[in-house]
């Protein structure tokens, strides 16, 4: 059987700058080889089975060789398997996805090629420099500082060049930039701009002229991977740039496909990173005679829907609860269950059970649960959360952790390395709910809030870090 690789650009570095086409090919990946520069978190999209490669370049470093990596695409390949081999980026600009593209057409492997969103464009744009402007620059120059032997730079013609200059790579080569632009006629005061890990929380902008932006840098500690733009568009900057409360706030959240939370503070500014909700081992149940009325208490979507399935696969649809009450254990189960044509009679806390009610959920959730009547177990556990060891990036750099499940809790607690989890505890976290608040407080986070409902979660969240 043969697979198929894909060439994919992953974008500047901000995850929701991902293709939607990128995103399907990454869910439905076998095996992920993936680069230094690319956002970890995208790696969240592919499936927790899958395999995943690095092969990171880092300057100046021992790394895996281009041939390697290219015979690495083939072999997965040959093994059947769907290949993402996923790139900063987009693959075409100074990505070697051409020359990967023409290994992989010699070797008869079917390939496809994704773009992606390059950061010599999307970079300049989130610092707030358009690399095009009718009043400063009608062209642009994409250039790497990295010259070869066969390929040198021609300094004559570059330092001539009208419009805007952008050099990927380039920091290192900072000094012979500034110099061979200046010794071939470059205006002193012509502006610059170095980008540092642009559309990402830790985006740091500097700006200067040709004079005096290799001081800037020095100051502010500006270093790889980041962006040289060269030209008058760089004084649009402070004008164009945003300013939002949660500008470049780093937040940490599970990973869900239900986006709600991580999309009202990521348009609030933030950058959101994630941790895994682990794995779910499902569990048969016997189910209970539904010819007979009773009520169902549901604490957990996801249950639920596990519950379905049990029932479809004895030939039971929605219609064999039409004789039984449905309640759920909080509002935003009613809600998503409503949203999904379930509607709840009631929504009721668990201490308030009838001794006849059937609890369905995840077995973590309901282990301490009993009923009086012992002689009947009518709690229906269809699935186990098992938790995995995970390491996070960065542990020391967030402002802020936000979970809205008892699931993301146990994860986080669980799941998170003993120091990171250490370093994460004196952060400040926010819930959805008294007990979620109550079980981080007691698992020793520092400094908790309850936000009461997702609608109140941003404002809350800006009053703790929002930026001064």
């Not at 993936?34 to 880092?58: I, M």
């Not at 593209?101 to 464009?121: D, K, M």
């Not at 649009?236 to 869900?256: D, G, V, Y």
Request: net charge negative.
């Amino acid at each position: 059987m043969s697979g198929f690789v894909t060439l994919l650009g992953a974008g500047p570095g901000n995850i929701e700058l991902l293709t939607l086409l990128g995103k399907r090919r990454l869910e439905h990946a076998d095996v992920v080889i993936y680069d230094h520069l690319v956002n970890p978190d995208l790696l969240s999209y592919a499936p927790s089975n899958a395999d995943f490669l690095y092969v990171g370049k880092k300057p100046y470093q021992k790394h895996i060789s281009q041939d390697e990596i290219n015979d690495l695409m083939r072999v997965q390949a040959g093994a059947g398997k769907k290949v993402v081999r996923l790139k900063a980026g987009d693959p075409f600009v100074f990505g070697r996805g051409g020359e990967e593209g023409q290994y992989l057409r010699e070797h008869r492997v079917e390939f496809e090629i994704v773009p992606g969103l390059t950061s010599a464009i999307t970079g300049l744009a989130a610092a707030g420099i358009p690399i095009t402007h009718r009043d400063y620059a009608s062209s642009f120059h994409i250039l790497t500082a990295h010259q070869t032997r066969s390929q040198p730079l021609n300094w004559d013609s570059i330092a001539q060049m009208e419009g805007t200059l952008v050099f990927l790579m380039g920091v290192g080569e900072l000094h012979t930039i500034v110099t061979e632009l200046l010794k071939r006629g470059k205006a002193a005061t012509t502006p610059v701009a170095i980008i540092q890990w642009a559309t990402q929380w830790r985006q740091n902008t500097g700006i200067g002229t040709l004079l005096d932006i290799e001081a800037i840098v020095k100051r502010q500690h500006l270093g790889s991977p980041a962006l040289i733009v060269i030209g008058g568009v760089v004084n649009l900057s402070q004008q164009l740039s945003s300013h939002r409360a949660l500008e470049r706030k780093h937040i940490l959240m599970p990973f869900s496909k239900h986006t709600q939370t991580h999309d009202l503070l990521a348009d609030a500014g933030a950058s959101i990173d994630f941790f895994n909700l682990g794995d779910q081992q499902s569990r048969d149940v016997e189910l209970p005679d539904f010819n007979q009325s009773g009520r169902l208490v549901i604490t957990n979507l996801r249950a639920f829907e596990y519950l379905q399935q049990q029932m479809m696969q004895v030939g039971l649809d929605q219609r064999a609860l039409s004789g039984w009450q449905l309640l759920a254990t909080n509002n935003l189960i009613k809600e998503r269950l409503q949203q999904r044509g379930v509607l709840i009679d009631h929504v009721i806390d668990l201490a308030n059970l009838n001794a006849t009610d059937w609890v369905v959920g995840e077995q973590n959730d309901l282990s301490t649960l009993s009923f009086d009547d012992s002689n009947v177990d009518r709690k229906l556990i269809t699935y186990t959360d098992v938790f995995k060891r995970q390491s996070i990036s960065a542990p020391d750099t967030f402002d802020a952790v936000v979970v809205t499940s008892k699931r993301a809790c146990l994860a986080l607690v669980h799941g998170l390395e003993s120091d990171q989890l250490k370093q994460i505890k004196t952060v400040p976290a926010f819930t959805l709910g008294d007990k979620l608040a109550t079980f981080l407080s007691d698992n020793g986070f520092q400094s908790v809030t309850n936000v009461g409902s997702l609608a109140q979660m941003v404002s809350r969240v800006k009053e703790v870090i929002k930026n001064d």
